[in-house]
Nanobody
Framework: VQLQASGGGLVQPGGSLRLACLAS????????MGWFRQAPGKERELIAS????????YYADSVKGRFAISRENVKKTVYLQMNDLKPEDTAVYYC???????????????????WGQGTLVTVSS
């Protein structure tokens, strides 16, 4: 199993970035995908997740209206479009796969079995 996250970098406040996570080694289309982040000195938090077919999504309040999660099952890739970035969005961002997560629990479940290596997003002027 591999999850390869990319797209992080340095961006000014108000700017945008798009993260991508390429998956392999499991049945991507049958797996809930999530994006987490961990800021320095803080716990890792779930910020967005998406159902297998993409028909259901979840967002943490801190990113709702600014971030958008999407997926392309044919390409085995999940994306996180991040707009209007703020300094408090600075963190290492991780993608994760949760094959055991059910539809109704995509916003609450922490049952992610596979993790990517993380990509650093720094929002600073």
């Amino acid at each position: 199993v591999q999850l390869q996250a990319s797209g992080g970098g340095l961006v000014q406040p108000g700017g945008s970035l798009r993260l991508a996570c390429l998956a392999s080694g499991f049945t991507f289309s049958q797996t809930v995908m999530g994006w987490f982040r961990q800021a320095p000195g803080k716990e890792r938090e779930l910020i967005a997740s998406i159902w297998r077919s993409g028909t259901n999504t979840y967002y943490a309040d801190s990113v709702k209206g600014r971030f958008a999660i999407s997926r392309e099952n044919v390409k085995k890739t999940v994306y996180l479009q991040m707009n209007d970035l703020k300094p408090e969005d600075t963190a290492v961002y991780y993608c994760a796969a949760g094959p055991r997560i059910i539809y109704s629990a995509i916003g609450t479940s922490k049952r992610y079995d596979y993790w990517g290596q993380g990509t650093l997003v720094t929002v600073s002027s």
